[in-house]
């Protein structure tokens, strides 16, 4: 499985954005998929996760509702929506999968997943 994260960018505090992950080499369908970021100087950290049905999704404690994770498995597509973006949410965002579906607490943790994308990099001015 190869991903693709695009939909990085500068923006103003307040903004939104929505990060895609395109999937090619198989289908995901069967995978669970899950977001990641990393800031400058700071270790990756958990963001979301979505597995196999999409009423199945968790998330790391900080998003506290400001992010949404969705899939569209007929695109192979996974998506992040960001709403009311802080200067602290800046860090490169990366895509990543893992077949089937482990447990929350195993999909929090980046070892999990088998496969990674290349990053894709939100900023977010004061």
């Known amino acids: 499985v190869q991903l693709q994260a695009s939909g990085g960018g500068l923006v103003q505090a307040g903004d939104s954005l929505r990060l895609s992950c395109l999937a090619s080499g198989r289908t995901i369908s069967d995978h669970t998929m899950g977001w990641f970021r990393q800031a400058p100087e700071k270790a990756r950290e958990f963001v979301a996760a979505?597995?196999?049905?999409?009423?199945?999704?968790i998330y790391a404690d900080f998003v506290k509702g400001q992010f949404a994770v969705s899939r569209d498995n007929a695109k192979n597509t996974v998506y992040l929506r960001m709403n009311s973006l802080k200067p602290e949410d800046t860090a490169v965002y990366y895509c990543?999968?893992?077949?089937?579906?482990?447990?929350?607490?195993?999909?929090?943790?980046?070892?999990?997943?088998?496969?990674w994308g290349q990053g894709t990099l939100v900023t977010v001015s004061s």
């Open positions: 990543a999968a893992v077949p089937n579906f482990p447990e929350s607490t195993m999909l929090r943790c980046s070892q999990t997943y088998d496969y």
């Open positions: 979505i597995r196999w049905s999409q009423r199945s999704d």
